[in-house]
């Protein structure tokens, strides 16, 4: 999955007094593009402080290197290219490890960029000092960086797993039932309608397998699996899906990248392995 980067590791501890360096990675983005730069044989590479500038603010740390995000886009930067991080996903391009870079600097890019004004009195927001968070210099609120908790549900019904495809137009590949959890729910009151809503179908004896942070998404997901209860019958929800079916282990096709959660757990089941 997209943070298993042993034996590298993630450093999350947040170090505002943090200066980069010439050679430290740092990550730009414009909306759902990140800036890289591109060789002429078509090699990509995070840029480095020495490549785009401006006044970065640290992120994180993936061993020795120290990454950080830049604000605004660079200008007259011919060298540099802007990338879809969803199709660079796909491209085979970039090592595990900076995937993994993209992906979490993009969540913190998006969380800083929604996070301009307090909610509670409408005054700016300034970087709190000693904590990655956001406060109101007016009434003190504090404001964290926002996880959206979510669940990815494989349903299990006499050697069969329920795969769907979301209905839109970029959902080429299968996945499993999913959605986010909403106020009042436990993670597994959330596998239970998801499923329901998506499906029509019940389940019975959840099973935590497995979390991943989704940073594109600003998502924590949280992946389980389950037997069906009940009718195998789909009373599939239209409008979220375009395909909700039944499939054996020889018919589980999977994603062609192995960075998600879901692909991991339709993987798990195909090979036997749940």
Not at 68 to 90: M, Q, S, T, W, Y
Not at 172 to 187: H, K, M, N
């Amino acid at each position: 999955m997209i943070q298993d980067i042993y034996p590298s590791k993630y450093h999350n501890e947040y170090r505002p007094e943090a200066a980069p360096a010439a050679s430290s990675p740092v990550l730009c983005f414009e909306a759902d593009k990140v800036f890289l730069k591109e060789s002429e044989e078509g090699v990509l590479k995070i840029p480095v402080f020495s490549d785009i500038g401006g006044d970065p603010r640290y992120a994180f740390a993936i061993d020795d290197t120290e990454y950080f995000l830049r604000k605004g886009v660079p200008e007259d930067r011919e060298d540099l290219k802007a990338f879809n991080i969803r199709r660079l996903r796909r491209s085979g391009k970039m090592t595990n490890v900076e995937m993994f870079a993209i992906f979490t600097a993009y969540h913190l890019a998006i969380w800083y960029h929604s996070t301009k004004f307090c909610g509670r009195c409408s005054s700016e927001l300034t970087h709190h000092k000693s904590m990655r968070a956001m406060v109101c210099p007016s009434c003190g609120l504090e404001v964290f960086p926002r996880l959206n908790p979510a669940v990815i549900v494989g349903v299990i019904n006499s050697g069969r797993l329920l795969v769907t495809k979301y209905n839109r137009p970029d959902a080429d590949f299968y996945a499993l039932v999913a959605g986010f959890v909403e106020i009042g729910e436990t993670l597994e009151d959330a596998c239970r309608r998801e499923v329901m809503e998506e499906t029509g179908v019940s389940i019975k004896n959840i099973r935590h397998y497995k979390s991943q942070p989704w940073g594109i998404a600003g998502d924590l997901l949280c992946g389980f699996f389950c037997e069906l209860e009940g009718s195998d019958v789909i009373k599939m929800d239209a409008g979220e899906l375009k395909v909700a079916q039944w499939v054996t282990p020889e018919e589980v096709v999977l994603q062609p990248d192995d960075f998600s959660l879901t692909c991991e757990m339709m993987r798990m089941f195909k090979e036997g392995k749940i």
